[in-house]
């Protein structure tokens, strides 16, 4: 045997010590909601397990800074909506050339990830590969899309966004596979995570009409209703996601996602969804059926 400490007593491997995970955090959506709101989501890379996710927000003509602080110590929460621009201007303060009415104005958003010692920032550009002018384009598409949806075509609802980072649920998640082993778990609604879906955002969309298909299964015959949605471009959905639509009370899985686009920055989503049955477990989560979405 040689000389020293083998890394490993197993003939031909060497034991190599696991790489370290740093997690990030990276903005997902920017939504200029003109004149006076902006919308900003955000997601997790990597992250730890557990909870206590603290989220600091700044906004900046530059990013390389001044920063201004919009919030800080944000917990449990993926978006911030930004509607500082309808505070009065102090004479003499940073903010005044800060604003959604000058289209050649840059505006950069950062946001900071603090979890225990370890700490994610990162900058985003609002409407970022947008020049002035399709800037102004961008913006117009979005508020009539929004009208159209309020005012004529669309209904309420409300968007359940699927926890995919968060404290995991003791209840159901296997300690030895880390798989959910519970599909009517009421303590994360099957998703493997607390909570199961981040509290809901309410907007408008609109559904359109398809035929009810009938499969044949070894439990008898199924009726799937798959329909088209057609909703605004914030916040961001991804398969897994839920819809209430809160006139009705039906709600629907996100099957497939295909926005409308602008030179790649998203104009409104269309959504492939599926109708869930009145005894799935995405029934759970609560909602208010009476609010009432305040956008614009």
Same mark, same amino acid.
């Given at each position: 045997?040689?000389?020293?400490?083998?890394?490993?007593?197993?003939?031909?491997?060497?034991?190599?010590?696991?790489?370290?995970?740093?997690?990030?955090?990276?903005?997902?959506?920017?939504?200029?909601?003109?004149?006076?709101?902006?919308?900003?989501?955000?997601?997790?890379?990597?992250?730890?397990?557990?909870?206590?996710?603290?989220?600091?927000?700044?906004?900046?003509?530059?990013?390389? /800074?001044?920063?201004?602080?919009?919030?800080?110590?944000?917990?449990?929460?993926?978006?911030?909506?930004?509607?500082h621009f309808d505070e009065p201007i102090v004479a003499g303060g940073e903010r005044?050339?800060?604003?959604?009415?000058?289209?050649h104005r840059t505006i950069y958003y950062k946001v900071v990830c603090r979890f225990g010692s370890q700490t994610a920032e990162t900058v985003a550009q609002l409407e970022a590969g947008l020049d002035r002018r399709r800037k102004g384009i961008h913006r117009k598409l979005v508020r009539d899309a929004a009208k159209a949806l309020k005012l004529v075509v669309g209904t309420e609802v409300a968007i359940l966004k699927k926890?995919?980072?968060g404290a995991k649920c003791e209840h159901c998640v296997s300690k030895g596979t880390a798989q959910v082993v519970r599909a009517h778990c009421k303590y994360c609604w099957g998703t493997g995570f607390l909570g199961g879906y981040w509290?809901?955002?309410? /907007?408008?969309?609109?559904?359109?009409?398809?035929?009810?298909?009938?499969?044949?299964?070894?439990? /008898?015959?199924?009726d799937l209703n798959r329909v088209q949605v057609i909703m605004l471009n914030f916040p961001q959905v991804e398969p897994g996601d839920v819809l209430a639509f809160m006139r009705d009370d039906k709600r629907y899985k996100v099957e497939i996602v295909n926005p409308t686009q602008i030179h790649s920055v998203d104009v409104h989503q269309e959504l492939q969804v599926s109708e869930l049955a009145r005894s799935a477990v995405e029934y759970g989560p609560e909602i208010d059926a009476w609010h009432d979405p305040k956008w614009y």
């Amino acid at each position: 045997m040689m000389k020293g400490t083998p890394y490993s007593q197993t003939y031909a491997k060497q034991k190599t010590p696991p790489l370290p995970t740093k997690f990030s955090v990276e903005v997902t959506r920017t939504v200029a909601s003109f004149p006076r709101r902006v919308f900003i989501q955000w997601a997790l890379r990597k992250p730890p397990a557990g909870d206590g996710f603290l989220f600091d927000v700044y906004r900046s003509g530059s990013p390389e /800074g001044e920063w201004e602080e919009l919030v800080t110590d944000l917990a449990d929460v993926y978006l911030y909506v930004d509607g500082h621009f309808d505070e009065p201007i102090v004479a003499g303060g940073e903010r005044r050339d800060l604003n959604l009415f000058s289209l050649h104005r840059t505006i950069y958003y950062k946001v900071v990830c603090r979890f225990g010692s370890q700490t994610a920032e990162t900058v985003a550009q609002l409407e970022a590969g947008l020049d002035r002018r399709r800037k102004g384009i961008h913006r117009k598409l979005v508020r009539d899309a929004a009208k159209a949806l309020k005012l004529v075509v669309g209904t309420e609802v409300a968007i359940l966004k699927k926890r995919r980072w968060g404290a995991k649920c003791e209840h159901c998640v296997s300690k030895g596979t880390a798989q959910v082993v519970r599909a009517h778990c009421k303590y994360c609604w099957g998703t493997g995570f607390l909570g199961g879906y981040w509290e809901p955002v309410y /907007g408008y969309a609109q559904r359109q009409r398809s035929p009810i298909q009938t499969q044949v299964a070894p439990e /008898g015959h199924l009726d799937l209703n798959r329909v088209q949605v057609i909703m605004l471009n914030f916040p961001q959905v991804e398969p897994g996601d839920v819809l209430a639509f809160m006139r009705d009370d039906k709600r629907y899985k996100v099957e497939i996602v295909n926005p409308t686009q602008i030179h790649s920055v998203d104009v409104h989503q269309e959504l492939q969804v599926s109708e869930l049955a009145r005894s799935a477990v995405e029934y759970g989560p609560e909602i208010d059926a009476w609010h009432d979405p305040k956008w614009y």
